[in-house]
């Protein structure tokens, strides 16, 4: 293993600064973790649900298209350190592993606090010096490069910085955007910050009535302009506030996007995206003849959850009691035509301390995307949420913030040619 005699202090305690903190001491640096926390990796402790989603099995030249925000800036780091190579080093210090829907790769305890455990213990084994409850107020440069940090308790003299802070999404574990205040003080330009990962709110007060109601194998479409731009199908489910689910967070880079540019949004829901128009009306002629005896409320059991049932007849202008047999042949069209287009509103999004991701950060126009300096500060480095990068769900975001650990610690210790 290369070796440094460098004092390199890492400025955060989540995922990638603790494998930035583990990988630079084990290249021979004095590591300086500074974590404003109680304890460190507070957030991966609730990542996938709280099983810890560490990365995605699939090949990791699909983690760029699954990296909407400036995943092309992570080619480098993916090829120095991808999944592959984490979960070799994971395999190494004795963690098991399983794959499940989706390629998502999880510990084989299903339990976070395993992953968070075992970093504890490479800190104490690589002998990291832990600074808890000691947020960093300043970094400090002189002739354009870090020379020491600043904290209430003291000022630390470094070799290098690695900044690795995370976004503003879950404020409670930490992640409260300190590290843009400490970048823009080096010259850093930050990008526009905005939830990512997030549910919807919308206007349409049946949405409420429905809260806690799931959907699967539903279409779900959102548009902008008068122009359809993004659809997804699979689950989600209604709130107090508006909608949430997989399909939602899914949508939602593109929409909080759209929203913090001041576009109007708006979606539309196929309850039924597997019929088109002509076969989901023959398919409602079979259950009306069905329940030809009974009222229109009672007539849709088989076709939609009972919930659902008298916000789409209202939808669609039927009275719910009306018999079955008097349903004109417009009604009918008209229920058809609104299990295909179930209109929504949105309004905007939850908060973004309620983001998993947070979207923008420092910007990777001023990053080296091959070591993870800067380019307006010598001896910084970024690594993680902080940075203008975000990821779908399913291992990406964590596998972006270890790849980025890893490759600021090795560069920030000479690279890979000491």
């Known amino acids: 293993m290369n070796s440094t005699a460098k004092t390199i202090a890492v400025v955060g305690g989540g995922v990638a600064g603790l494998l930035a903190s583990i990988t630079a001491a084990s290249r021979g640096a004095?590591?300086?973790l500074f974590e404003k926390m109680d304890r460190v990796g507070l957030k991966m402790g609730i990542t996938g649900k709280g099983r810890c989603n560490l990365t995605n099995a699939r090949p990791i030249d699909e983690f760029i298209g699954m990296t909407p925000g400036n995943g092309k800036f992570l080619y480098s780091v993916y090829n120095r350190f991808d999944n592959e190579k984490l979960l070799d080093l994971f395999h190494t210090w004795g963690l098991k592993t399983v794959v499940q829907r989706g390629g998502r790769v999880f510990p084989a305890s299903e339990d976070a606090q395993e992953v968070r455990h075992l970093f504890m213990r490479k800190l104490k084994e690589y002998r990291v010096d832990v600074h808890l409850k000691e947020p960093v107020q300043h970094i400090l440069s002189r002739d354009e490069a870090v020379c020491?940090?600043?904290?209430?308790?003291n000022t630390y003299a470094v070799d290098a910085v690695i900044l690795c802070t995370g976004g503003k999404s879950y404020p409670r574990t930490g992640s409260t955007g300190d590290g843009y205040t400490l970048a823009r003080e080096l010259g850093h330009k930050v990008t526009t910050l905005r939830p990512v990962l997030i549910p919807f709110v919308t206007?349409?007060?049946?949405?409420?009535e429905l809260q806690g109601l799931s959907l699967r194998n539903v279409n779900l479409s959102?548009?902008?302009g008068g122009r359809r731009k993004a659809e997804a199908m699979g689950e989600m489910m209604f709130t107090h506030f508006g909608i949430t689910g997989p399909i939602v967070l899914s949508l939602s880079d593109s929409v909080s996007l759209w929203l913090s540019r001041g576009?109007?949004?708006t979606a539309?829901?196929?309850?039924?995206p597997a019929l088109d128009q002509e076969k989901l009306d023959r398919r409602v002629l079979r259950d009306l003849e069905k329940y030809h005896l009974k009222q229109m409320a009672g007539a849709l059991q088989d076709l939609l959850p009972h919930r659902m049932v008298d916000v789409v007849l209202s939808?669609?202008?039927?009275?719910r009691d009306l018999p079955v047999a008097e349903l004109t042949k417009g009604q009918r069209q008209s229920l058809v035509y609104t299990l295909k287009h179930m209109k929504l509103t949105i309004s905007g999004t939850r908060p973004i301390e309620e983001a998993i991701v947070t979207g923008g950060g420092i910007s990777v126009k001023e990053i080296n995307s091959s070591t993870m300096?800067?380019?307006?500060?010598?001896?910084?480095y970024f690594a993680g949420e902080v940075m203008d990068i975000h990821a779908f769900t399913g291992g990406y975001n964590l596998q972006a913030a270890f790849s980025t650990g890893y490759t600021a610690a090795v560069s920030a210790t000479g690279g890979d040619k000491e």
Do not use: F, Q
Request: net charge negative; glycine share 2%; proline share 3%.
């Open 222 to 224: 959102v548009s902008t």
């Open 373 to 380: 300096e800067s380019k307006i500060c010598r001896n910084l």
């Open 263 to 265: 576009y109007a949004v």
């Open 203 to 208: 206007e349409e007060s049946w949405c409420r």
């Open 148 to 153: 020491a940090v600043v904290t209430e308790r």
């Open 268 to 272: 539309e829901l196929d309850m039924k």
């Open 30 to 32: 004095h590591v300086i």
């Open 315 to 319: 939808l669609a202008g039927i009275p």
